[in-house]
């Protein structure tokens, strides 16, 4: 079965600084997709970042990166140079393409505390 | 920049009512999506709709869930008989193609069902 797990229920980062949230999947699907929503305390779900099981370059928008380990089955988030305005929840999720169609699975999730 | 739109944003409603909850997905999109989340817990995977008909659906979706596109633009889903344990934020979802890919599944604010 896929899953998605999320070992860090909470972090804090002073401001400026990068850091790391971590997300681990296990599936046996060859094809899959990878992605990290931001939950603000307002509730909804902000779409970050993608990286599909057979990019070969890690993804990047804008501060935020996916460091991809494919045999480590890994897909960390890193937000370089913190804002107050990141801090939020954040989930990791994974869509199985092998006979889904698109569900997203989600982890627990990771809080986020950015410290001024 | 188009988005998906809920209503309402907050629904108090009696156990054993009946529910309502309105999606309007993002026009040219073809995939639909429901998802809930239990205050604090993960995003759990509903059910996927595409050319009206459902394509997949969780162990949670039971007989009180239905999903309807009654028309072009809305996107529903009705919950027969509400109980307690089905307070929570209700998400929907919609993307461009549901396959296998970067198409990201772009997420409404949400409706909190509160169920008293």
């Known amino acids: 079965a896929q899953k998605i797990t999320q070992t860090q229920p909470g972090m804090f980062v002073q401001e400026k600084e990068a850091v790391t949230l971590d997300c681990t999947y296990d599936?046996?699907?060859?094809?899959?997709?990878l992605f990290w929503y931001k939950q603000p305390s307002s509730g909804e779900m902000i779409f970050l970042i993608y990286?599909?099981?057979?990019?070969?370059q890690n993804a990047t928008e804008g501060r935020y990166s996916l460091n991809f380990q494919k045999a480590r089955k890994s897909a960390n988030l890193v937000i370089s140079a913190s804002q107050l305005g990141d801090s939020a929840m954040y989930f990791c999720a994974m869509r199985a393409d092998g006979g889904s169609q698109g569900n997203l699975i989600f982890g627990k999730g990771t809080k986020l505390s950015v410290k001024p | 920049e188009p988005e998906v739109t809920q209503t309402p944003s907050h629904q108090v409603t009696q156990m054993g009512q009946e529910v309502i909850l309105r999606c309007v997905p993002i026009?040219?999109?073809?995939?639909f999506y429901w998802y809930r989340q239990i205050l604090g817990q993960k995003v759990e995977f509903l059910v996927s709709f595409y050319n009206n008909e459902i394509s997949e659906k969780s162990e949670i979706f039971d007989d009180q869930f239905s999903v309807e596109r009654p028309d072009g633009s809305n996107f529903t889903l009705k919950i027969r008989s509400t109980k307690l344990e089905d307070s929570a934020m209700y998400f929907c979802?919609?993307?461009?193609?549901?396959?296998?890919?970067?198409?990201?599944?772009?997420f409404g604010p949400g409706t909190r069902l509160t169920v008293l």
């Open positions: 990286q599909g099981s057979y990019d070969e």
């Open positions: 026009s040219n999109h073809l995939y």
């Open positions: 979802a919609s993307s461009e193609w549901g396959l296998a890919g970067g198409d990201e599944q772009f």
């Open positions: 599936t046996s699907d060859q094809s899959y997709g």
